[in-house]
């Protein structure tokens, strides 16, 4: 789907074990963001990229590391997880311009329990 | 990043016009405007975005005031399938990341 995916779509985890999500896209597109979505609070920016191996945090960033090794693929990793990292993460790609649309992947339904 | 403000919800009927509003008074010179919509159990989804003069793609119609403290993304003619949450984010040139609001939840009556 226009050429973003988010793996795995669901996962159950339990509490302070790592979890790693993964984003990989075909555009070649320099930027890729993470956001997670909760209920009262919206889409909140986690960690975003803006090429490979420069990452930069978002909003929310804590309990959240990132890495990006090569351009298609965005990796977030919950080193430790909790019950308030239980969430709907979303990936989203950009050309890197304000002048383009960002593009949403279809989301990683993360439980922790 | 600048704010903006949009109405909770709003409610039209199927094959009628939506007009949703957004209030962006301390938007700057370089600002973007975007539109994106997210349906139920989906990915935010882009829909239309301008800077200074209006705009029309195949999903919506953007009219930007002249002062650009508002926009309007407008819905020709609504279908069942529009329902969902729309929001309207303003991304500074420099920036490069959109900062979400609460957006506008469209209800959209056969």
């Known amino acids: 789907d226009a050429g973003i995916t988010q793996s795995p779509r669901h996962k159950v985890t339990e509490t302070g074990t790592p979890v790693t999500l993964r984003c990989h896209q075909t555009?070649?597109?320099?930027?890729m963001y993470w956001y997670r979505q909760d209920p009262g609070h919206g889409l909140r920016l986690i960690h975003y990229?803006?090429?490979?191996?420069?990452?930069d945090k978002g909003e929310v960033s804590d309990g959240y590391s990132v890495s990006r090794s090569k351009t298609e693929d965005f990796l977030l990793t919950l080193e430790s997880a909790t019950s308030s990292q239980t969430s709907v993460y979303f990936c989203?790609?950009?050309?890197?311009?304000?002048?383009?649309?960002?593009?949403f992947g279809s989301g990683t339904r993360l439980t922790v329990v | 990043d600048a704010k903006t403000t949009q109405p909770n919800s709003m409610e039209s009927n199927e094959e009628e016009p939506v007009h949703l509003p957004c209030n962006h008074s301390?938007?700057?010179?370089?600002?973007?405007i975007h539109w994106y919509r997210q349906l139920p159990s989906q990915g935010p989804e882009y829909v239309i975005h301008?800077?200074?003069s209006n705009v029309n793609n195949r999903m919506a119609s953007l009219a930007i005031a002249e002062d650009r403290k508002s926009s309007t993304l407008i819905l020709h003619r609504a279908t069942l399938r529009d329902a969902a949450v729309y929001y309207c984010?303003?991304?500074?040139?420099?920036?490069?990341?959109?900062?979400f609001g609460q957006g506008t939840r469209l209800t959209i009556n056969p």
């Open positions: 990229s803006y090429g490979v191996k420069d990452t």
């Open positions: 989203a790609i950009n050309r890197a311009a304000s002048n383009y649309g960002y593009t």
């Open positions: 301008g800077l200074t």
């Open positions: 555009e070649n597109h320099r930027y």
């Open positions: 301390t938007i700057s010179g370089t600002d973007y």
């Open positions: 984010i303003l991304i500074d040139q420099g920036a490069q990341k959109l900062v």
